[in-house]
């Protein structure tokens, strides 16, 4: 946007986690959920966004599903006791806890503090911290680490799970959705998937942020059971 002549744009997110995890695998059952969010953005020149984008291809399997797309088309779909002692097949979502939370306590904590450098805000200066719903231990100990009061991190993970892409939106829905105008400097943080992690910042008015929609409705239309 900053480099054409779009003046919006609409950022639309959607997971569906809970169709690629084993109700077997006691380490993922109860942690992903499904969620989207819609962000309209608009360029002004008084309104600047800072971001920081990462990503390491060597923590490919660290988040992975083994089959399915093009990786590997053919796999057997049979459910099998894994090294860690959890159910699931090739299909399912593997995460490798451990990799995974020496990642977010390391690069994720490196990237904030090059991006407070980089932008020269400091991290008293934010009102919001809308970081990713990763679980409620990881959030506390980001917030540790920066000195942030957890009234400023808003989580909803216990009531929603990880929803990846859209969960650190959903949070700002979550706890702002229903109050009146009021600008908050919000510090977005991310990480998941690739490995990959970023941090960005923007000012928003609160009367801009909408509340979650629960829902159970499906597209139907888009279930195909039987052969043409």
């Known amino acids: 946007m900053a480099n054409s002549d779009i003046s919006k744009a609409l950022l639309i997110t959607g997971e569906s986690l809970t169709k690629m995890v084993n109700p077997g695998d006691k380490s993922v059952a109860m942690l992903f959920g499904d969620g989207g969010s819609a962000i309209l953005l608009e360029k002004q020149k008084d309104s600047p966004m800072d971001i920081l984008l990462r990503t390491d291809g060597n923590g490919y399997n660290a988040i992975i599903a083994p089959a399915g797309g093009y990786r590997n088309m053919d796999a057997p779909r049979q459910d099998a006791v894994w090294p860690d002692g959890n159910i699931r097949n090739l299909y399912n979502t593997y995460m490798n806890g451990t990799d995974v939370?020496?990642?977010?306590?390391?690069?994720?904590?490196?990237?904030?503090?090059?991006?407070?450098?980089?932008?020269?805000?400091?991290?008293?200066?934010?009102?919001?911290?809308?970081?990713?719903?990763?679980?409620?231990?990881?959030?506390?100990?980001?917030?540790?680490?920066?000195?942030?009061?957890?009234?400023?991190?808003?989580?909803?993970?216990?009531?929603?799970?990880?929803?990846?892409?859209?969960?650190?939106?959903?949070?700002?829905?979550?706890?702002?959705?229903?109050?009146?105008?009021?600008?908050?400097?919000?510090?977005?943080?991310?990480?998941?998937?690739?490995?990959?992690?970023?941090?960005?910042?923007?000012?928003?008015?609160?009367?801009?942020?909408?509340?979650?929609?629960?829902?159970?409705?499906?597209?139907?239309?888009?279930?195909?059971?039987?052969?043409?």
């Open 101 to 228: 939370f020496s990642f977010t306590i390391t690069e994720v904590p490196a990237a904030i503090r090059d991006f407070v450098e980089k932008t020269g805000v400091g991290i008293d200066e934010y009102d919001c911290f809308a970081f990713h719903q990763a679980n409620q231990y990881i959030s506390k100990q980001l917030a540790k680490k920066f000195k942030i009061p957890m009234e400023k991190m808003p989580l909803c993970l216990d009531r929603y799970g990880n929803t990846s892409a859209p969960a650190a939106t959903m949070a700002l829905c979550d706890r702002y959705g229903e109050e009146s105008g009021s600008e908050i400097k919000t510090m977005f943080c991310c990480f998941g998937v690739g490995l990959s992690w970023g941090v960005a910042s923007a000012a928003i008015n609160t009367e801009d942020i909408l509340p979650i929609i629960e829902t159970d409705e499906i597209f139907e239309e888009g279930i195909i059971n039987e052969p043409f």
